[in-house]
């Protein structure tokens, strides 16, 4: 049975929703590790079942490449995020680790010695294409399937917002295993869904434009990457830093929201951006 545009986009949507809720509730973490490439793993249900699969995997973006301008803006994706923990570095939110805390025991570190190691710890090949795996399992489910089977019933700028629901509704049931253990967890969640939207008009955004699927696979793992490498790089962190810090603090839904706006104005209420 093949489907097409907002059904698909529905069918889609419940299964990965459904697979991924029920991967959190049995709290296995492998499974739960697993659960996070269900967009990708749903896709190729999706390919063997309901679509017609070469104008489905061409649509994906995944055999284009694109300007090398779009890699450039998605190479900077981590930028929000890297201002976020320098304001709440600046504010006394959070510190890194001190001198006479690094010079005990074996390793003996400066401050400066201890970032370079975790930088070069987290910002290593092996790190990288980790990164880039997830953040394609992601993607191509994403910006790859769901984004353009929405466009074909709602027009570019629906179709962004849609899939930014999904998306966010993708992240809730990881919360019930410790997505993100500081702060209320109300809160953590209404600002994790408040940065969704402006985050995803500018990942849409570079979809569309590229015509390729890599710079949003690219601008993912960039942000992931640079979360993961500061919140382990400042060791002391106050309670409710991530209020102010991180993906969803406030600084980074600031920044995302001035980015987006700018965005919002320049994208077509029917049609997609012309790839370039």
Known sequence: MKIKGIKAAIVYSTLVLGLTLFANVTKIYLLIGLVQLSPMLVLGLMLLFFSERKA?????????????????????????????????????????????????????????????????????????????????????????????????????????????????????PFYLNGYNEDGNFIVTILLFTIMIFPLSVFIGWIRFASGSIWPAVLSHTMINLTRSWLEQLFTTKAEGWTYIAGESGMVTIILWGFVAWFIWRSLSRTTTCTPM
Do not use: C, D
């Not at 450039?72 to 320098?86: N, T």
């Open 56 to 172: 489905t995997i061409r649509s994906t973006g995944i055999g284009k490449l694109g300007n090398w301008k779009w890699y450039i803006l998605a190479g900077v994706s981590g930028l929000p995020i890297l201002i976020s923990f320098l304001v709440a570095w600046g504010i006394g939110y959070i510190a890194l680790p001190t001198a006479a805390f690094l010079n005990t025991g074996a390793a003996h570190f400066t401050v400066f010695e201890y970032v370079g190691y975790m930088t070069k710890a987290f910002w290593s090949p092996a790190m990288l294409i980790s990164m880039a795996i997830f953040a394609f399992g992601e993607e191509i489910g994403w910006r790859g399937y769901l984004q353009p089977k929405l466009t074909e019933t709602y027009g570019s700028k629906r179709a962004i917002l849609g899939t930014s629901i999904v998306w966010a509704l993708f992240h809730y």
